[in-house]
């Protein structure tokens, strides 16, 4: 950088403009998630300010935005008194509960009939931050609440807090915002995975981890941490004064400060603890784990006269009904191995069954022998559980103080649980490493055939009705059906005298389901092709995928043949080459004239091919969907024996596969127009299919995978990792009731 010329009147106007441009895109990024420049003009805009500031140091002040990155460790933590203690609240468990809370405040004032604000409890650490003038100036801890530790320089580091906050007139002599500092999970895991490495004790839980970054002297480690600040209510002012808790909120957001997402104003305690239960449910679009709701009275003249009950505020409660609580702690009975559809085996935990979040939970997936061991997972271990991501169970971590000794440690099986043949893992693509999953390679596997009949039969693939998990193990087992082809050989007599239940204590399946299946395996037949190309399965490819080989083909025959995905691959592999023909290329500098002329002619051939071929892609409506790895996958299945038998039977069932249904002409006023949009979990009034054909009617792309390129990601009950994923990228998350008002 060079150093700029100016003078000191200069230096401190362009000083200020700086640190006021770097605020306000330091706002729009950490805060509201919606940066309106690049990270390199950010850089830019602050390698401008860090040179300014190096050329006339007397400039620089604690609250510019170079400074945030961590001065000096110090030797101990300043006690400091808070100028009002930072209080807790009490906690009530139910509407009967809430009520009594609001007796007691009619009881102090008759007739009061008051506006509640309903806001998350977060789950994190509690702070107080000291703005003095307007500048950030104290940061603390909650300590005992009446005084904490100073982390000013530790919370400095935190891009969500303001360094200035832009007041239009004069400042406050004093303003103090109370909040909560949060880590989300997926940095916990990022920095977990530091600490591992380096041989430091890991966090178990983000308010674990939080905490301990916040009780680090040297502020540069805190500064790496990616810790973030939410702000709930105000303690001592000076200069400045507000009626209500609404107020206070508005003026917080309009100052750049950051606020929960989501809150609420409520009329009378039902209509509160609705709005509680209602944010409660919406926990998924909050950044930071919650455990609860806090209820406020809104108007501040009220609470003042309401004040405290010995050390609680009489003006507002945690509420936290029993169910909400996210974790469970169970006993680890066992850990037994499921074969998937592809061979994948998965250990899975017994665990004695829990109550949490409104289901019972008895078994857990564990993913793969990779977490078991991470975790120290061992059979007969205490175990705490969680929906995590608030979804799908998970064991979150062992209990060690309640380890006896029996414990006993967990292995991988050598062979297949279900057919015995050795478990394996198969290389990547590079030919050096493996995957992590250890594969049953049996094609005859008859855990693997269930698997893949009851795919072929659940609702994002044919939709036969009545043909689940039990039904699938049952026709294999009994040998029947080993494909999901054979199910078309299925006679009804067969079917309807189908025991589900064991020769002791049968369970037949009946004439009635018998038919119900059969006819629905009619239907099939016609069904459209992209539910067929998504009922069996083909590797890497979902139903977006599926969607668009099926519009670009008119048969299974087509696509395995397809000249369109040769294309995509072709043009792929010829990137290569061109670069390496290239004669002005690094590599072929120095070359004999001769040879760079050969080369000049084939590089140019090659750019020609590499035109024509870009032409055809567009051409053929396939390139936005289908990349050249999964084009290449697709090719490659259908010249492998199972492709190859997978065609062989598709043509003797005769298909009438439909075309894919046509697109519809979209509507370009619609918020979904033209955006990506992912849709997980599961959605109350529209089945998985519904969403994405509403989405596609209105003009969206819909993705199987959240990346970067996602706009919308929309959210139903036991949504996973796709959520967490789109938390940490910063992606705009919809519940149902958004997304249905969305679409209008
Ligand atoms: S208000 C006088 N609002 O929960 C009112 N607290 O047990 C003081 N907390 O120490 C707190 N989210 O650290 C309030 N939206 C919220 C909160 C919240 C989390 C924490 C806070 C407090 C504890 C109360």
Known sequence: MTTPHMNEAEARARIATLREEIARHNHQYYVLAQPTISDRDYDTLYKNLQAIEQAFPALITPDSPTQRVGGEPLKEFRRVRHLAPMLSLEKRESLHELGLFETDVRRKVPDFQPDYIVEPKIDGVSISVHYVDGVFALGATRGDGEAGDDITANLRTIRDIPLRLPFEGAPPKRLELRGEAYMIEADRIALNEGLRAQGDKTFANTRNATAGSLKQLDPRIVAQRRLHAVFYSLGALDGIAFDSHTEELETLRQLGVPIPQLWFKASGMPAAEARARELKE??????????????????????????????????????????????????????????????????????????????????????????????????????????????????????????????????????????????????????????????????????????????????????????????????????LARSPFALFMLTLEQLATLNLGTEDEPRIFGEKNAVRVLTALIDARSAPLNKWIQALGLPSVGESTAIALASAHDSLDAIARSEKLKR????????????????????????????????????????????????????????????????????????????RELLHNVRALELHATAAPAPVAANASSPFFGKTVVVTGTLQNFSREAAHEALRKHGAKVADSVSKKTDYLVVGAEAGSKLAKAQQLGIAILDEAAFAKLLG
């Open 282 to 479: 919406r926990e998924a679009e909050l950044p930071y784990e919650i455990d609860g709701c806090v209820i406020k009275i809104d108007d501040n003249a009220m609470c003042s006269r309401l004040g405290l009950k010995t050390n609680v505020p009489a003006y507002a409660v945690a509420y936290k009904r029993p169910e909400w609580f996210s974790e469970a702690t169970t006993t680890l009975k066992d850990i037994v191995v499921q074969v998937g559809r592809t061979g994948v085996l998965s250990p899975v935990a017994e665990v004695e069954t829990v109550f949490l979040e409104g289901t019972n939970i008895s078994r857990i997936t564990l993913h793969n022998a990779e977490e078991i061991k991470r975790k120290d997972i061992r059979i007969g271990d205490t175990v705490v559980i969680k929906r995590a991501g608030r979804v799908i169970p998970a064991v979150v971590r062992v209990v060690d103080d309640r380890r006896t000794g029996r414990e006993r440690p967990f292995a991988m099986p050598e062979r297949c649980p279900s057919c015995g043949s050795l478990a394996m893992r198969r290389k990547l693509s590079d030919g050096e490493a493996s995957e992590v999953a250890l594969r049953c390679e049996n094609a005859a596997c008859p855990a693997q055939q269930a698997r893949q009949i009851e795919y072929f039969a659940a609702r994002g693939g044919l939709n036969i009705e009545g043909l689940g998990e039990i039904v699938a193990d049952k026709l294999v087992a009994r040998g």
């Open 568 to 643: 995509i691959v072709e043009l792929a592999g010829l990137k290569e080459d061109v670069k390496r023909a290239n004669p002005r290329s690094r590599a072929n500098k120095g070359k004999p004239a001769p040879e760079l002329g050969a080369l000049d002619a084939e590089h140019k051939r090659l750019l020609a091919r590499v035109e024509e071929l870009k032409h055809a892609i567009a051409n053929d409506g396939l390139g936005s969907e289908v990349g050249p790895a999964v084009a290449a996958e697709i090719l490659t299945f259908f010249e492998s024996d199972r492709g």
